[in-house]
C-alpha cells in the first residue's frame, strides 16, 4: 500500500501506530494512532488546538459530522455526542471518533 502526497511516494506499511509524524518544517504533529486502507490516522500531540463539534459542524455542517468505530468501521449520527460504545461490535467508547463524511 501506498500513498502520494507533493509528488513523494511514502509505503504505508512502514507506517506503524506509536509512530510520531511530522510536518514538513520538522513540528511534530501527533503520533499514528492506526492504519488503514485510506491512509493513517494521527492523535494530535499534546497541547495541539482542538476542534469542539459545533465548530466541526461549522465546517462540513450538521449532517456530516457523524462518529466512526475504529474496531469495525461502523458510523453514525452524532446525537448529542459520541455513543457509550460501537452499537455494532460493542468496541469501547475510546475506539469511536468523529468523522467528516461527504
Given at each position: 500500500m501506498a500513498s502520494e502526497?507533493?509528488?513523494?511516494?511514502?509505503?504505508?506499511?512502514?507506517?506503524s501506530a506509536g509512530?510520531?509524524?511530522y510536518d514538513a518544517d520538522g513540528n511534530?504533529?501527533?503520533?499514528?494512532?492506526?492504519?488503514?486502507?485510506a491512509g493513517f490516522y494521527v492523535l494530535a500531540a499534546e497541547g495541539a488546538a482542538t476542534?469542539?463539534?459545533?465548530?466541526?459542524?461549522?465546517?462540513?455542517?450538521?449532517?456530516?459530522?457523524?462518529?466512526?468505530?475504529w474496531a469495525c468501521g461502523a458510523m453514525g449520527r452524532i446525537e448529542g455526542g459520541l455513543p457509550?460504545?460501537?452499537?455494532?461490535?460493542?468496541?469501547?467508547r475510546e475506539d469511536l471518533y468523529y468523522w467528516a463524511e461527504d
Open positions: 502526497q507533493r509528488g513523494e511516494r511514502t509505503e504505508l506499511a512502514d507506517i509512530q510520531p509524524v511534530e504533529l501527533g503520533t499514528v494512532r492506526g492504519v488503514d486502507d476542534v469542539t463539534l459545533d465548530e466541526a459542524r461549522e465546517v462540513f455542517g450538521r449532517a456530516s459530522v457523524m462518529w466512526r468505530c457509550s460504545q460501537c452499537p455494532d461490535c460493542e468496541a469501547p
